[in-house]
């Protein structure tokens, strides 16, 4: 029997616990990483037909899938 001091034996278990969580945590925020996330300046209201639609490209202005017209961002005042 391999006999070991219990304050190594101690130490050992906390070792390998903070081990498991940090891989955890970065397994974890890998994820998070790979998640898409969509911003609000790809989200484009239309000012005529009131359609909402995703433009990644532009960023002043872009045009409508629906109607074709041109809509101006609009800037949200609010803190998001
Ligand atoms: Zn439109």
């Known amino acids: 029997m391999i006999s070991i001091d219990f304050s190594l034996a ?12 940090l891989i955890i945590w970065l397994v974890n925020k890998k994820q998070k990483d790979k998640d898409l996330t969509l911003e609000d300046k790809f989200i484009w209201f239309c000012s005529v ?10 960023d ?21």
Do not use: A, H, Q, W
């Open 49 to 58: 037909c009131t359609y909402t639609y995703i433009n990644t490209k532009e």
């Open 10 to 21: 101690i130490s050992l278990y906390i070792l390998i616990f903070l081990n498991t969580i």
């Open 60 to 80: 002043m202005i872009s045009v409508c899938p629906r109607c074709g017209s041109y809509n101006k961002k609009i800037v949200d005042i609010s803190p998001s």
